[in-house]
């Protein structure tokens, strides 16, 4: 299995412009999450899909944030307008549901460093 | 917020255990203790949970006190590749709702030294 797979790796943009991460879950995974980490705050749970519905968006920073799951293999986060404070890394994870043989960790993508200039 | 308290930072020698302690004390009895880890620059990594049984796998053991309000995590034999953050964090089995958050806190910094 490739394992979970984030595009871009790496995103430099100006301050203003709209930004999209995108992941590619784990085949077979029914959750999948959106972090992000600073130095700062650390790693902080933006939001969590289960079966591409959305449970929990409450780590959302504000409007300016939003996230989609069009179906079980990919979902995206966009930034519109980007400011410098997003400047981050950004992960994605993805796991089984716990039980039936799955204990439920979660599995990182390499993550997208973001630079809003 | 984080429900656990670990040390900022700690230092092993190559080829020695690794003794990593957490403290959760408001631990509730439906939450299990998990560890992750994070090497630089890579996202992080699930190493190992446990409910109140000690555990072992090929990575680590987890080891709870009985009352379990604290737990450690062992390296047996903690190698230069083993130098990450390592995270201790409680949580529900089961998702539902907002029970499925995953909240890191500042993990500690283990610098594994030749």
């Known amino acids: 299995d490739a394992g979970v797979i984030q595009s871009p790796r790496h995103e430099v943009t100006e301050m203003g412009q709209e930004v999209t991460l995108r992941c590619k879950p784990i085949s077979g995974h029914d959750y999948l999450f959106w972090y992000r980490q600073t130095m700062m705050r650390g790693l902080e749970l933006l939001i969590y899909f289960n079966n591409n519905v959305p449970i929990d968006d409450s780590g959302m920073p504000e409007d300016r944030f939003s996230a989609k799951m069009p179906n079980a293999s990919f979902s995206t986060l966009k930034i519109q307008p980007s400011e410098p404070r997003d400047s981050a890394v950004y992960f994605c994870a993805s796991s089984l549901a716990p039980g039936q043989g799955a204990v439920g960790e979660l599995f990182f993508g390499e993550g997208s460093r973001l630079t809003v200039l | 917020d984080a429900k656990t308290t670990q040390p900022t930072s700690m230092d092993c020698a190559e080829g020695r255990a690794a003794n990593l302690p957490c403290n959760h004390s408001t631990i509730s009895g439906n939450e299990y203790v998990y560890w992750y880890r994070q090497i630089h620059s890579q996202g992080p990594q699930y190493i190992i949970h446990?409910?109140?049984n000690n555990e072992t796998n090929e990575m680590a053991s987890l080891i709870i006190t009985e009352d379990r309000k604290s737990s450690t995590l062992i390296l047996p034999h903690a190698t230069l590749r083993d130098t990450a953050v390592y995270y201790c964090i409680v949580r529900v089995a089961n998702y539902g709702g907002s029970q499925g958050n995953l909240i890191f806190g500042k993990g500690t910094k283990l610098s594994v030294k030749p």
């Open positions: 446990g409910l109140k």
